[in-house]
């Protein structure tokens, strides 16, 4: 059997190759969706640092 091309190219029999996939995910969009909310939160501070005079 040819595994070449299959994902993930490793097996673990006590949680299953769609769990992994599915863990991987959801880290994924948590990861992106913390570093949107983060830009939003540091243009916030840079702004009212830049209003306050502040470095």
Same mark, same amino acid.
């Given at each position: 059997?040819?595994?070449?091309?299959? *994902?993930?190219?490793? *097996?673990?029999?006590?949680?299953?190759?769609?769990?992994?996939?599915?863990?991987?995910? =959801?880290?994924?969009?948590?990861?992106?969706?913390?570093?949107?909310?983060?830009?939003?939160?540091?243009?916030?501070?840079?702004?009212? =640092? *830049?209003?306050?005079?502040?470095?």
């Amino acid at each position: 059997m040819d595994v070449l091309g299959f *994902y993930p190219m490793w *097996y673990v029999p006590v949680v299953g190759s769609a769990s992994i996939i599915g863990i991987i995910a =959801a880290l994924h969009v948590l990861a992106s969706h913390t570093s949107v909310g983060a830009s939003i939160l540091l243009a916030h501070l840079a702004t009212k =640092a *830049y209003r306050e005079n502040q470095p």
